[in-house]
C-alpha cells in the first residue's frame, strides 16, 4: 500500500489502543472481537463468546453468574457517587442483568498509585461499604497493590462478583412484536462526569444516577417472569449501545419512539449545549428490558411502584424489518441512530 | 456555527453573564452582544459569547410569523389542526402589512 | 409557564405546526410543477435536518442541499499543517474540538498529541487566553477555526486585551464568498438559499440583496429549530413560487436588517479578507479572514517561524483515493454517491474533510443514516 497516498490515520486494524477503545462504542467492540474473543473456550452455559454482561455456568440444576469489571473513572468523587460506589454498583448490576439478583459474594482488588491519599481511600471504601449493604451484596475477598507515582492512575478498582440463579437472562432474547423499557432517566452519569470532565464550565444539578438496580430487577423478573426476554445496563455507550446488541443479537430491527424517552431537564439542557446526545452516555443505575408486549404493562406498573423505577417508560419497540438497524422516531421523521463509535467529543460550542 | 441553546441570564459581572440553560448554568462573554442586556433576559450562546438577545414576547411572535407563513402559502382552513387555530385565535400580534399580501 | 414548556417554546419544536407547515411546503413545490433545488450553507442547519429526521417530511420535488457549510471541513491540509507544526515545536496549541481530529497533508493535531505536542481543546477563545495567562512561560496559539461568526468571538479576545505569550493564528473561513462561489459555478441549478441564522445575527439580513437581486434566487434567513427549518423552507419556496428574487427574514427574533454592528466594527478591525484555498474546492476568492497589519504582534504566522516541511506530505491528494469531499460541498454529490462512503471513510478513519466534523455532512449522514426510506418501518 503505497502511504504518501494516503491522507489521516490508516485504515484497518490500528496498532495502537487509543482511548476509544474503552468507549464501550463500536471500536472497543472490534476490538474485542478482534484480540479477546481469541480466549474464549466452549463452557457449558454463556461464556467469553457470547459477550453478554457476564458468564453463566451450569452447576447441577442452577446457573453460577459471574462478572468482572476494572473501575478507572475519573474524576474519582463525583456528584452523586464516587468510584467505589460504581464499582460495587457496576458488578451487582452485571449479575442483575443476566437474572441473577442475590449476589453471593464480590470481590474487591485495588492498584493504588504511590502518594493516594489515605484519607480518600477511606472515604472509597466507606462507599464500597455502603453500596454493598445497601444490595445485600458481601464483599468477601480482595487484593491491594501499590505502584509507582505516575506508573498508575490514582487508583483503580476490580470487582468481580458471583451468584446464583435458576433462570439466566441474556440479551440476546429480543424478537418482532416485543417491547423495551427503560427504568429510568437516561445519560445521568455520563452527561454529569463529561460535563465536569472537560472543563465545559457548566454548572447545574447534574448527578450521577449510581446505584446497584439488583432489588428493581428482583420486582420486574417477579412480575414478568419468562416474558422478561432481554436485559443490559446502559453503561459506556449508553442507550443506544445496549439497543444496537439487543438489536443485533436478536436480529430484529428498534424502533424507538424519542418523544417517550425519560430524560432530565438538566441532562438535555446539557446535551444540547455540548452536542451530545444522552442516548450515547453512560448510566450507572438503570437497565434496558426486553418485554414480550402482553407483559409490559404489568412490568412497568411494577418498575414505577419501586423508588428507583418512577421515571421507567416503554422507550421502543422490536419489529422485524431491518434486522440489527436501530431506528428513532423523532416526532418529525424518522432516521437510524448511530452506534456510538468512540470518544465522544463536545463540539465547537 | 452551532446550534445555540437559548438562555436566561442569572446574574451580571461586569461582561460576563452567568446563564441557566433550563437548569444547566454556564458563564458567557457579553463583549458581543448589541443591546444591553439585565437579569431576567434570555440569550442565544455561541462558543461562549452571547450573541443575540431574545426579547420573551418574540417567542409568541415567531410562532405568530410561523402560522402567517401558512396562511399566505394558501393553507385552507381544514389542513390545520384544531389547535393550531386556537394558538393563533387566542391572541397574536399583527405583524407588518408589507406581509399580507396573498399569493 | 412550566419550565418544560417554556424550554418547548423556546424549541419552536411542535410536531402539530411541523406537519401542516411541511403540507404547505408540499403545495408549493406541486405548484412549481418540477423538481427545485434549495441550498442551505450551515453544518448546523444539516445537523438540525438529519437530527429530527425532516427530510422525510419534505416532499419528493424538492432537493434540500448542502452547500459549503462547514468550516471545519474547508480548512486546508497546510493551514493544519501550520498548527501541527507548532505543536511539535513546543507552542501549546488551544483549538475547538472539532479541529482536532482533522488530517493535515500527512497528520491531525490528535497525531502531534500522541506524538508529545501540547494540544488543548477549548471550547471558547476566553479559555484559550486563560490558559496563555496560566502559563506565562510559554507560547499559546489559538487556533481559531470556524466562519464570521465565530471569528466575531476571537475579534472581541483581541480588543479585550490578550497576555503577550498568546497568539492567533487563524483559519477563520467568510462565508458569503462561498455562496457566491456555488451561484456562479455553471452547473449550479440552486433557485433558493437558506441562510445560516447565526451568522445573520452578526451581518444583518440586508447583506443578501445584492445576492439575490444578481442570482435571481430568492434567500430566507433560517434559525435552527426544526419549525425554524420547516417555516424558512415554505417561504423560500414560495418565493421561488412567484419569481421574486427578495429577502425573507424568516428569524426575527435573533436576526435584524443592519445586524450587530459593533459586532460588525470588531470583526473589521482585526480581520479583513483575502482569497483563500479552501479543501476540496481550490480557490475562493475573499474566502480567508486573517489578521490585519495592526494585529500582527498577535498573528502566530508572523510571530512563528512555522516550518511545516517535517510534518507535511506534498504528495497528498485526497481525490486520488477517490475523495469527493469538494464536489459534495459544492452540492453537487451527496455522501452516498461517494464510493468511499460508509466503507473505506468512516468516523474512525476518515479520509475527507467531510467525514471528520461534526458539522461535515458525510459525517452528519454517517450519524444519523442517511436518506433511509424508513417512513414504512414500525
Redesign the interface.
Known sequence: MDT?????????APQ?IGL?HGSGG??MRQLIEEVFLTLASPVDGIGLAALDDGAALRVGDRWLVLTTDSHVVHPIFFPGGDIGRISVSGTVNDLAMMGATEPLGLTCAVILEEGFPREDLERVVRSMRDTAREAGAPIVTGDTKVMGKGQVDGIVINTAGVALTDRVVTDAGLRAGDVVIVTGCIGDHGMAVM?RR?????????RSDVAPVNGLIRAVLAAGGEDVVAMKDPTRGGVAGVLHELAAKGKV?I?VDEPALPV???V???G????IDPLLVANEGKAVIGVRARAADRVLAALRAHPQGLRAAIIA?A?A??PGAV????????????EP??EL????? | MCLGVPGKILAIDGLTATVDFFGVKKELRLDIVDEPVTVGDYVLNHVGFAISRIPPEEVQETLALFDQVLELSGAKEDLMAADVRGEIAAGQDVREPSAKAKA | MAAQDLFEQLKFRDPTRARALAAALERNVQAMGREVSVMHVCGSHEQAIARFGLRAVLPQGLNLIMGPGCPVCVTDGPEVDEAVALALQGVRVCTYGDMLRLPGTARSLADAQADGGKVEIVYSVSQAVELARQHPAEQVVFLASGFETTAVATAAVILSGVPENFSVLSVHKYVPAAMELVAASPETKIEGYLAAGHAAIITGWAIFEPFAARTHAPVAVAGFEPLDILAALVKVTELMKEGRPEVANVYPRCVTREGNLPAQRSLWKVFRLRDGRWRGIADVAGGNLDLTPAYAHLDARSRFTIDTAAVRNDDAEEEAKGCICGSIMLGLARPTDCALFGKVCVPESPVGSCMVSSEGQCRIWHTYGGLPDLRKVG
Request: charged share 40%.
Open positions: 504518501k497516498q494516503r491522507i489521516g490515520p490508516k485504515a484497518g495502537k476509544k463500536r471500536a460535563a472537560h472543563d465545559l464550565r457548566l454548572e447545574g444539578d447534574l430491527g424502533v432530565n431537564d438538566e438535555r439542557a446539557a444540547e449545549m455540548i452536542g419497540r419489529v424489518e431491518r431506528i428513532l422516531d423523532t416526532g418529525f421523521g424518522k432516521r437510524m441512530l448511530a463509535e468512540g467529543l463536545p463540539r465547537i460550542c
